[in-house]
């Protein structure tokens, strides 16, 4: 039986790489798999060989233990591979495609499918709408950080590219695909981002960074992006982006020194429940901080678009509301100023085709905008504690050595 290495969340603090069983075609029970999905049949699903697939800040939230996943659990959902064998009802998928896997796992059958709204299909996760790759409370599909993953309802869920050859060539901008890009792209749409927008993004991590790079892509006339982090702050003025330092203070004041105003038209919050305060409370974490900055710096009638992850189970926080969700959200600012809100998951379908022409064309640098940097799968581990740190880096994984083998050739 072929090897397959895996990356696997371990507890608090730690990840190890470990060898799991090769895919089949039925899920199996394992660490976070629904009881009610073991055993369910996959003649619908393709097996990949990984290609690349990526640390994401929300397999970080794990790793940090902020929420209830367990120890065991098979991580990542970013994945871009080739199709090694398909079950007996894929159709028009085939052995030898490069493809990228959406985040979201759908079934294409569902009402929410038919609607477009994959990322809340209502028929892969028996606890609620919505499933991922590798993540808690998601129906128990095994994670894409490894060598080998199955991937469900193939011929609905893959984007094939075009042309071999082409994409190994832009693999590092193709594997935002599965994920950043189209979040961030998303957070933006939804924020209400258009020809001469003044955009705010909160956070500067490669969600927030994607968000950006979407923004000018959009056709943003200023795009100002807010984080703690010099280097990641750097980053984003390395492709055009204006700064905001939140440890300075409110946002609003620095703005203002942007504009000549202090507020924007949309507002994309990059961050999520693990926020901290800004200026002297920069130190603690404030978890609605965002959301309620964005609420008095977007200008009335504004959009707020929020692919920040968001989760109704962290027990790490600060307090027992905190840790069921509940955060203190000036939403009475929001209704009086008209805002619109759109959180949830991105429906990566709705996004992906489009994006992927703008990369193949050249019309986007998405692997530069968030500083894509490869590693190996061995690696995963110091890849986690430095993205933990605050690298100003987007770290892709190369299970199978496509990576290294382009780059050396």
Known sequence: MTDNKAVAYMGTGKVEVQTIDYPSFQLQDGPGVNPDNVGRSLPHAAIIK????NICGSDQHMVRGRTTAPMGLILGHEITGEVVETGPGVEFIKEGDIVSVPFNI???RCR???E???????NVNPDRPGSAY????MGGWVGGQAQYVAVPYADWNLLQFPDRDQAL???LDLTMLSDIFPTGFHGCVTAGVTVGSTVYVAGAGPVGLAAAASAHLLGAAAVIVGDLNADRLAQARSFGCETVDVSKGDPKDQIAEILGEPEVDCGVDAVGFEARGHGKGSDAEAPATVLNSLMDITRAGGGLGIPGLYVTGDPGAADDAAKEGSLSIRLGLGWAKSHSFMTGQCPVMQYHYGLMKAILHDRVQIAKAVNATAIGI???PKGYADFDS????KFVLDPNGYLSARSAA
Do not use: M, R
């Open 106 to 108: 759908a079934c294409g």
């Open 112 to 114: 929410n499918c038919k």
């Open 390 to 393: 605050g690298a100003a880096q």
């Open 50 to 53: 990984t290609v690349a697939t």
């Open 169 to 171: 060539e832009k693999i």
């Open 116 to 122: 477009g709204k994959t990322g809340i299909c209502l």
């Open 134 to 137: 590798g993540y808690v409370d």
């Open 378 to 380: 061995d690696e995963a």
